[in-house]
Structures are given as structure tokens and as C-alpha cells.
């Protein structure tokens, strides 16, 4: 599976827009790319997944361009509540069997007052 | 609301006793999954099962085993703790078998003396 890099750690404020950027350089033509969330002290979220160009939900943009070796999430105007920790993977679809999902380091956000 | 629950949130136990961490999911999924995560090692997936009475090893079974009765409840047993399996131990489920989207648990912090 394509390894994943992401900034270690990001400072926003609130109502501000956040953009987090993960590079997969090798990813393949069936992996997708997941995001997940995670709070202290609570198992991680899933997020939002995407293949290609954007997809939006009601939490946050997953922006990924054509060559698909990044991504963006965006979560619009920040909240303290967003401080967590965001996780980037990449996902092989239609395998038939069980993904091994790779949790790295991740991102922590924090957003100030 | 989906909903992963785990019976404790905080567990102390004594290195050699036999430990149970039990798992309830109200989705109806077949798969589910223990993982532990420990500070700078990420997520490490234990164990999964695609149906009751069936599971696989994950990347870390050794002094784990499991048992799945019911389709809705993953039970994850530590046959002699240790103080190396002091940690954070997640359950997970999901619809699919590729797992793309997991719903996690709140944890369970298990600490061995």
C-alpha cells in the first residue's frame, strides 16, 4: 500500500478554514483515500473517502487532483471542537478481503480561541 | 446512530490474571476488529473476524485470542497479562469486508501491574 506523509501538527484559529495536505505518491489505481479523526481519550472517526477530483459531506472536502499523489482535507471555519488528531490513509478497493488499515503519526490540530 | 460499545472504559488488572475485553456493535456487521494503540506505534490490529465463529490473526496476535459467539459481540482475551500489554485496546466494525470505513469503539485503557 502507498506510504502517506502529513504535516505533524497544525495551529488554526477559530472560524478559520483548515487545509491538511497528504502526499501518497505511490498509489495505485484502486486505492481510495480515507481520513479519519480521532479524539482524545476515543477511538478514531472516519471522516470522508474519496477517489478522484472532490467529494464534500457535512463535515468536511476531500480534494484530490488528477494524478491522485495528494490530497487535501478542508474543514471550513474551525471550531475548538476540531482539535484532534487527522489521520490520512490509503485503502485498496475491490480486493474481496480485508484492507490492513495503516494508521501513521497523523496530524494534530489545534485551534485557538 | 451507530453505536461500537465497549464494557470499560479504565481496567486494572495484575500481571497473569486472564483478562476479557468484550465488544458490542448494534450495526449488524459481519466484520469486526481489535486493534491497541500505543503512543508512536499507531493503531496495530490484533485480530478481525468476517463472522461469528471466525477470525484472523492481525499483525500482533501473540498473547491475544478471541472469540466471536454472536454476530454483534467481538470478545478480545489476554490468557496472561503482562505489563507489556499495558495499553489502549479500540474495536472496530464495519459493513464491508475491504473495511474502508470502520466504526470505532470509545476504548478500553488497560493497565497491568
Known amino acids: 500500500l502507498a506510504k502517506t506523509t502529513q504535516p505533524i501538527s497544525m495551529d488554526s484559529y477559530e472560524g478559520q478554514e483548515v487545509n491538511i495536505t497528504c502526499s501518497h505518491n505511490?498509489?495505485?489505481?484502486?486505492?481510495?483515500i480515507t481520513w479519519y479523526q480521532q479524539f482524545p481519550s476515543q477511538g478514531p472517526r472516519f471522516i470522508i473517502q474519496?477517489?478522484?477530483t472532490k467529494v464534500t459531506n457535512e463535515v468536511a472536502s476531500l480534494f484530490i487532483p488528477a494524478d491522485r499523489k495528494s490530497s487535501t482535507l478542508s474543514l471550513p471555519r474551525v471550531s475548538l471542537s476540531d482539535t484532534a488528531v487527522y489521520y490520512c490513509?490509503?485503502?485498496?478497493?475491490?480486493?474481496?478481503?480485508?484492507?490492513?488499515?495503516?494508521f501513521g503519526a497523523g496530524t494534530r490540530l489545534a485551534v485557538h480561541p | 446512530d451507530v453505536k461500537v460499545t465497549q464494557s470499560s472504559r479504565y481496567l486494572v488488572k495484575r500481571t497473569g490474571e486472564k483478562v476479557f475485553l468484550e465488544c458490542v456493535q448494534d450495526?449488524?456487521?459481519?466484520?469486526m476488529f481489535w486493534y491497541r494503540q500505543d503512543p508512536g506505534l499507531g493503531l496495530r490490529l490484533i485480530y478481525f473476524?468476517?463472522?461469528?465463529?471466525?477470525?484472523e490473526k492481525g499483525d500482533i496476535p501473540e498473547g491475544y485470542s478471541v472469540s466471536r459467539e454472536k454476530k454483534e459481540r467481538f470478545s478480545l482475551i489476554l490468557e496472561s497479562a503482562s505489563t507489556n500489554q499495558t495499553s489502549m485496546y479500540l474495536c472496530?466494525?464495519?459493513?464491508?469486508?475491504?473495511?474502508?470505513?470502520?466504526?470505532f469503539g470509545p476504548g478500553t485503557r488497560l493497565t497491568v501491574t
Open positions: 474519496g477517489y478522484k
Open positions: 472496530a466494525s464495519s459493513l464491508e469486508r475491504e473495511g474502508y470505513e470502520q466504526y
Open positions: 505511490n498509489i495505485a489505481t484502486n486505492d481510495y
Open positions: 473476524s468476517y463472522d461469528v465463529k471466525m477470525k
Open positions: 490513509l490509503v485503502v485498496r478497493g475491490g480486493s474481496g478481503g480485508y484492507n490492513k488499515l495503516i
Open positions: 450495526m449488524d456487521h459481519e466484520n
